[in-house]
């Protein structure tokens, strides 16, 4: 049923309604401003989501008892809210929550969606982000669209009948944009050696950022890569047009770019666009070990907010406070483990705070939360070396940490490995 605006769309909520919102680039932002509305005329609604666009507006006070954030995944527009105790975080890997729609074990009663208008069959399509809104539409009561003409229509498990959409309405607006960011001296450096690291025929799994653009900078020599991701960006649309990624040597989707979202710019959206080249799948598919590990030589690149001498990865939190969310990371480093000739890599800066903070420390801070687990790390890098872990003892573990830390907090991470772990290591 098409109507006038957001407002309209929305009046079919009931009290106590739980809601599945698409997320990343795609989130319904449209659709939250009216729902910041309509909310305050209804009683304990829950909105799930993973990291959202534009939806700060949600965090209002004034919405308690009448609207509740749950997020799987935190990003700017939620990070303040859930640490203050205004929303909730569920700590769960991407590829489960697929499950818990499909299973009822997370009931869902409607699902907020932004899509492009429809073709010729009455078709639209989620454009940039499938995530785990397929699944939420398969067991929905009520879906509620944004039908938007600057969606980018893309192909895989990203299609939805107008007929299936309880109530719509249309309005033209820009996708939000995710510029790449400026290269630093340290984020060329770490991306340098993580490139070293990467073989031809790889097929890579990467994120967003300034490491990940970093790496792929570096891989113009490089020949028949592949990508099979959660997730990817700007820097992938070189490689693609110089021929580098071709995705030739993958065993599962053959030729094709597989990912459940993308971020980036509006030239990386004017790519995806109707290209038959790229697969926008359901993350429990795209996330699973079993399916990853099927492609040879994956690559699992990944990044960290601290590791601690034993290998420990915290890649969600500062301490007790929450960061971004568990994510996809360890369903990568372990797919790229149980690959053949696979292999995973945590990178990162060796500091923080301007220098005065060590990422690479004895211990976790307490409440950090350990996203990859010491026995899963394989190489770990910085702008001053590669570790390789796998396989190796606390002693060597630490010893290698130690040698690609800043070289100001080498000798004191040496003597806290022995004050709290009783490990006796060398230091250059």
């Known amino acids: 049923m098409l109507v006038q605006n957001a407002v309209e769309a929305l009046e079919i909520l009931e009290n106590n309604d739980v809601i599945w919102c698409q997320s990343m680039a795609a989130t319904p932002y449209k659709l939250l401003e009216g729902l910041a509305e309509v909310a305050l005329q209804r009683k304990n609604l829950t909105l799930l989501q993973l990291h959202t666009e ?7 006070p004034q919405l308690e008892g009448h609207l509740r954030q749950r997020a799987f995944f935190v990003g700017k527009s939620t990070r303040a809210a859930v640490n203050e105790g ?12 697929p499950k818990l729609f499909r299973s009822g074990e997370q009931h869902l009663d409607a699902v907020l969606i932004q899509v492009s208008p429809p073709d010729q069959h009455g078709n639209c399509s989620l454009g940039i982000s499938v995530e785990a ?3 939420a539409l398969q067991v929905a009561r009520k879906v509620i669209a944004w039908v938007n003409p600057q969606m980018p229509r893309t192909h895989g498990d990203s299609f939805i009948s107008l007929k299936q ?3 719509y309405f249309e309005f033209s607006a820009p996708m939000p944009l995710h510029l790449q960011p400026q290269q630093s001296a340290i984020t060329t450096q ?4 993580v490139a070293s ?3 031809d025929g790889d097929c890579l799994q990467m994120g967003i950022g300034a490491i990940p653009d970093a790496t792929l900078r570096c891989l113009g020599n490089h020949k028949d890569l592949g990508i099979h991701t959660e997730m990817f960006s700007d820097g992938v649309l070189p490689l693609v047009e110089s021929g580098v990624i071709n995705n030739s040597r993958k065993r599962k989707h053959r030729g094709r770019i597989v990912t459940t979202f993308a971020m980036g710019s509006q030239a990386l959206y004017d790519f995806v666009d109707d290209n038959p080249m ?6 429990e598919y795209t996330n699973d070990t079993s399916v990853i590990r099927q492609n040879k030589q994956v690559m699992a690149i990944n990044s960290a907010l601290q590791i601690d001498l034993s290998g420990q990865v915290c890649a969600d939190s500062m301490g007790t406070k929450i960061y971004s969310g568990v994510g996809g990371q360890m369903d990568f480093v372990r797919g790229a483990s149980l690959s053949e000739g696979g292999r995973s890599v945590i990178a990162l800066p060796a500091t923080a705070c301007g220098g005065t903070v060590s990422r690479i420390s004895s211990m976790l801070n307490p409440g950090a939360g350990v996203v990859t687990t010491r026995a899963h790390v394989h190489y770990v890098v910085t702008e001053y070396g590669v570790a390789n872990l796998r396989a190796k003892s606390l002693t060597e573990r630490a010893e290698a940490l130690i040698s690609i830390s800043a070289p100001q907090f080498r000798e ?5 490995a022995w004050q709290d772990w009783g490990l006796k290591v060398r230091t250059s």
Do not use: W
């Open 86 to 97: 205004l929303a909730d975080y569920v700590p769960i890997f991407l590829s489960e929550i």
């Open 197 to 199: 690291l990467i073989n």
């Open 190 to 193: 770490i991306g340098e050696r």
């Open 133 to 135: 809104t397929r699944a």
């Open 278 to 283: 790229v697969a926008f799948l359901d993350v």
């Open 54 to 60: 534009h939806s700060e507006i949600l965090s209002d």
């Open 412 to 416: 004191e991470l040496a003597k806290q």
């Open 165 to 167: 959409i309880d109530r």
